[in-house]
Structures are given as C-alpha cells and as structure tokens.
C-alpha cells in the first residue's frame, strides 16, 4: 500500500513540476441517491493521489507562495454527533497529525481564506468546468482579490488544469502501485474463479454478480472497479451489458467483465467461457482466434510501443481469424482498410489503468500516439461479437468472446498482473468439468 512518505514525495514533485503558483482540488461532490441517502463516497482519485484524505467536503491547497504552509487541507471539523450517525472523521488536527497537512481549516473558512492564499499569485491551477458549484467558490474568490486592485494586489492571471502535471505521474506506477495493483489482480483472480464455479445452467446471471461482489468484499476490496458485466448468450454481445437479469443456459457463452478496486486501484479483467462446460464447435473455433490476438498483443507490448500500433497487431490477428472462420472476405489488407471487421470487433484493445478504470493520461504526445514507458499500466481486451444482427452465417449469431488481462510495461517488456485465471481453452474446460463433479 501506498505509505505517507510516498504522498509526500509525490506532493514534492506536483510543487517542483508546478512551478510558482497554486494548486486546488476539491473532493468529489457528495451524491444523493434517494431523498436523504446518499450514494457510497469515493474520494476525486487526484486528491487522494496525492494525499491519501478519503473525506468528503474537503479541498487541498498546494501552494509555493506561502514558506510555511506548502499543504492545506479544508476539512469537516470533528463533530461528535454527526460522528455517530456517519464515523469518524479526522478533523482540523488529523489533517495535520495523520496526513501532514501544513495547516488544516474548518472548511466552512474556505471562502473567507482563500483569497488570501490566491493574492499576488500568477497562476492558479484549477480544474474549471469539473465541478460548477466549485467553480463559483473559486471564482468569488479571484473576485474578492480583484477588487483590492486599488491597494496593489493582484489576482490570478491565469488558471490552468493540474491535471497537466498529475496525470502524468499517475501514468508512471511506483513499486507500491504496482503492489497495490497485483493486489486488486488477485482479489479479482478468486473472484473470476469463484464465478466459473457458480455460473450452472439456469441460473441467473445476477447469481454470479453477486458471487463477484462478496469475493470482492471478503478480501478486503473497498468496491468493483466499475459495474461488473455479467452477460450470457446473446448478452454476451453486448458490449457494457448493465442488467445482469438474464436466465443462462447450458450451449451458450458467458461472459464477465469484472474486477476489484483495492486501496484506490483498479484490476479489469474479462474472461468468457462456456456455461454448460464444453465449447462448441462454432464457440471453440471464434474463443481461438480472440485468444491469439491477446496473446499477439501482450507479446507485442514493450518501451516504445504504441496502443496503436498493439491494437493494429490484435486486429489483424483477428481479421486473419475471421477470414479463416468464413464470416468476412479477404484479403487481410483490404478487409482491414475497409473495415468489414467492424460488426464484429468495434472497440479498441487498449486503455490505461490505474486509479480509474479509464485512468488519466495523454494517449498522444502532439499528433503522434505516446510511446509507452516502464511503470505504465494497460488492458489488452481484444474480442468478437455476433449479435444477431450481424451479416453472418446464424451459426455465429449469439457468440460473444472477450478476452482481457492487465499489462504492466517494463524495462524488458511486460508483465501481466492478471495472470492465474484461466484463459486457454484446455484450461477452462477443465476447470469446469471440476465444478461439475464436485
């Protein structure tokens, strides 16, 4: 797990790479969900990146302009009262004591101290347009500086996001990160198997969600990743299948997209198999050639290569595959550049991960695809999907396949983080023929 000394460094390196200037992050705004409920708090992945405060209402200052007060923390004060209905809280001095805030303020004093932290400043980096209720706060705020023009103090003159500095350190995972990640993988890996055990013919697919859900939880992950996917026969097809309601049936496919978040990081991993034990013919044939593709990709990921150039690679395996299986014409290079792949393979086969599912990071330097770097993190999740509105001969109709695992990018190549669950197509079949004679 990521230690204080390690936020503190990342702090460090945000105030080096920033410049003079000021930084401000709020917290994710609290959600209502119904009447006086509120949805499950997760804290803005920056803030906690650079702080480790998982508290609502709270806002961190980072600062060069002030020589003793580097890191400031707004937060709820303590409150015992309202600590009995909702926990504890860290408060004023825990901000200072626990996270090594500087200086720490009821954050109901931010409209009144802010001001004085954004006067004779230049820059102020700030997300505008994130969050609109925040936005007036700040801009108040420059107001209030503004209007002491006349006594020779100025306001910001520029804002820009700091989102340009820190997602670039977020994209570069740290020893612990990566612990942490290999974590999440694991978590995720018993979660996958534990669903291959309980995904039988006639259950439904809500069964095995919540199978998901209570591994997740019973090894100690704080959520999902993100809604777990959990799609059967023709919703397998589907490509961000949500319901989780269908009936499963023994001959058809399930697929599963799932994985755990632990100590803010995330795992995202898919695996597809069959729920009555045995690929069919048809079934068999399609899972190869998705499996090549990944396997092509994952090999294909070293310092240097491009999400491109690794996806250009998985697509062509599976254009080879398709033209092989009879569902689209070739040659390879015509069908790629008139994209008659397309209903079958729509989505591309690479995003960062980290924090988000979706993490943060410039994909391109300029107009040119990134180089990727050690210490980067990226999903290879080729697939093929015959809904059943696909031109294709009705014998694919209703085979959905994906195919996804967590790459870690080293000085020598790659490292997959979510190894151990079963992927070959020997390795599944024998895995359910145990849950079915256990």
């Known amino acids: 797990m990521v230690t204080q000394v390690e936020f503190a460094e990342r702090r460090r390196r945000f105030l080096e790479s920033m410049g003079q200037g000021v930084a401000l992050i709020a917290s994710t705004p609290v959600a209502i969900r119904n009447n006086d409920v ?76 802010l001001p004085e932290y954004l ?60 612990e942490t990640m290999l974590r999440a993988a694991a978590i ?122 690794i996806h250009a690679v998985a697509l062509r395996v599976l254009v080879r595959g398709l033209i092989a299986l009879g569902v689209i014409e070739g040659p390879e290079d015509a069908a790629i550049e008139k994209e008659t792949y397309k209903p079958y393979y729509m989505h591309r086969t690479s995003h960062w991960l980290g924090m988000d599912v979706h993490d943060v990071g410039d994909y391109h330097v300029g107009k040119n695809p990134r180089p990727i770097e050690p210490g980067f993190v990226l999903t290879i999740e080729p697939g093929l999907y015959f809904a059943p509105s696909t031109p294709c001969d009705p014998k694919w109709h209703g085979i959905g396949i994906r195919i996804e695992d967590d790459v870690l990018v080293t000085a020598s190549g790659s490292r997959v983080l979510t190894d151990g669950i079963p992927k070959t197509i020997d390795e599944i079949e024998r895995v359910l023929a145990a849950r079915q004679a256990a």
């Open 119 to 178: 006067q004779d400043v230049k820059r102020l980096h700030y997300r505008l347009g994130h969050d609109r209720a925040f936005d007036s706060v700040v801009l108040d705020a420059i107001d209030n500086v503004r209007a002491r023009a006349r006594a020779g103090i100025t306001p910001p003159r520029e804002i820009v996001d700091p989102g340009v500095i820190v997602h670039e350190m977020r994209l570069r995972k740290s020893e612990a990160e990566v």
């Open 188 to 309: 995720t890996r018993d979660a996958h198997l534990r669903a291959m055990q309980v995904a039988l013919p006639t259950r439904y697919e809500y069964e095995v969600e919540a199978e998901l859900l209570r591994v997740f939880r019973a090894h100690g992950a704080e959520r999902p990743a993100y809604g777990s996917i959990v799609g059967s026969g023709v919703n397998a097809t589907v490509l961000h299948h949500r319901r989780n309601d269908r009936q499963m049936q023994a001959g058809e496919l399930l697929l599963i997209d799932a994985g755990a978040e632990y100590g803010y990081y995330a795992a995202d991993v898919t695996r597809t198999f069959p729920i009555g034990g045995r690929f069919s013919a048809e079934q068999r044939a399609a899972y190869q050639v998705v499996l090549d593709a990944q396997l092509a990709a994952i090999d294909a990921v070293r310092p240097g290569a491009t999400l491109p150039g």
């Open 38 to 113: 509120e949805h499950d708090f997760r804290q803005d992945s920056d803030l906690f990146y650079l702080t480790g405060f998982d508290e609502p209402a709270s806002v961190l200052l980072l600062t060069t302009e002030h020589a003793e007060q580097r890191m400031v923390l707004f937060v709820r004060p303590r409150d015992p009262e309202r600590e009995t209905w909702d926990g504890p809280r860290a408060g004023v001095d825990g901000a200072v004591q626990r996270f090594g805030a500087d200086a720490a303020f009821p954050v109901a004093e931010l409209q009144k101290r």
